[in-house]
């Protein structure tokens, strides 16, 4: 069975970091693409990173470069989403994802929260 669970999320204040886990299961993430979203309230869900199966390419949303860092444990199983420098327009639930490319996601984990206060 195929499963994604994050971790990780919590409240931090701004100009803080966390780093967010996002262990598999019942596949290797060295196989697929690995994105993580996020969504806050009365918001669409927006994608905020990729890496590529094998890890070859990374890739992240405008508004997230130079501040979070995508990157994969393989010995884990699990990609992470390192992320510095937060705001509270950070504020969300973020998931993470894998597919068989970066903008193509077939399965979801259930989210964590993260909440960055002024």
């Known amino acids: 069975e195929v499963q994604l669970v994050e971790s990780g999320g919590g409240l931090v204040q701004a100009g803080g970091s966390l780093r967010l886990s996002c262990a598999a299961s019942g596949f290797t993430v060295d196989d697929y693409a690995i994105g993580w979203f996020r969504q806050a309230p009365g918001k669409e869900r927006e994608g905020v990173a990729c890496v590529s199966s094998g890890a070859r390419s990374t890739s992240y949303a405008d508004s997230v470069k130079g501040r979070f860092t995508i990157s994969s444990d393989n010995a884990k199983n699990t990609v992470y989403l390192r992320m510095n420098s937060l705001k509270p327009e950070d504020t969300a639930v973020y998931y993470c994802?894998?597919?068989?490319?970066?903008?193509?996601?077939?399965?979801w984990g259930q989210g964590t929260q993260v909440t960055v206060s002024s």
């Open positions: 994802a894998a597919g068989s490319l970066c903008g193509i996601f077939a399965s």
